[in-house]
């Protein structure tokens, strides 16, 4: 690996694509050429951010809204008003530019259709309400999202363009 003295990060030229597996309530970075990917997003949210410009890329995968009713919060990326921050936070240690983020948004389902509306949270909106929120406060722009319907997802960033792909059950594979 090389270092590129503007920003003290590896430069990984000509090297081989690495796939990268971003679990449940986890959030990773990644610089070029890696692909991140987060399965299973249901009425959880798959939340990518992109600088074009340096070739970073974050995705956390949140699964509630907001952390104020929980005492446990010893996983932050499990909620939308604690992970994004803190992935926001280190897109910046890893060399991206706040000013050029690019988030994207997928998942956010209405996995149990069929029961009383009184009875369902609504975490799929819930979740994509606070995700936005969260982006908005933090100035960064959503430019694309593939969410809400009744089927899970997977979502994968490939840092080398910042296109997202989206996989659901039964479709084709979406670019957003």
Do not use: W
């Amino acid at each position: 690996m090389q270092f590129s003295p503007a920003r003290g990060n590896p430069v990984r030229k000509n090297a081989p694509v690495v796939d990268i597996m971003v679990g449940i309530a986890e959030l990773k970075i990644a610089l070029q050429p890696d692909r991140l990917i987060t399965l299973g997003l249901g009425s959880c949210v798959g939340v990518s951010i992109f600088d074009p410009t340096m070739g970073v890329g974050g995705l956390i995968h949140i699964m509630l809204p907001d952390s104020a009713q929980f005492n446990d919060t010893t996983k932050p990326a499990k909620f939308a008003d604690l992970g994004i921050p803190m992935l926001v936070s280190e897109m910046r240690r890893a060399g991206g530019k706040a000013s050029c983020f690019q988030a994207k948004l997928a998942g956010g389902a209405q996995m149990f259709s069929g029961l009383n509306k009184n009875l369902m949270l609504n975490i799929g909106e819930r979740n994509i309400y606070m995700a936005k929120r969260t982006l908005k406060k933090l100035g960064i722009k959503i430019v694309a999202e593939a969410v809400g319907g009744n089927k899970g997802r997977t979502m994968i960033l490939d840092t080398r363009t910042g296109k997202v792909l989206i996989r659901t059950a039964c479709e084709q594979i979406k670019v957003i």
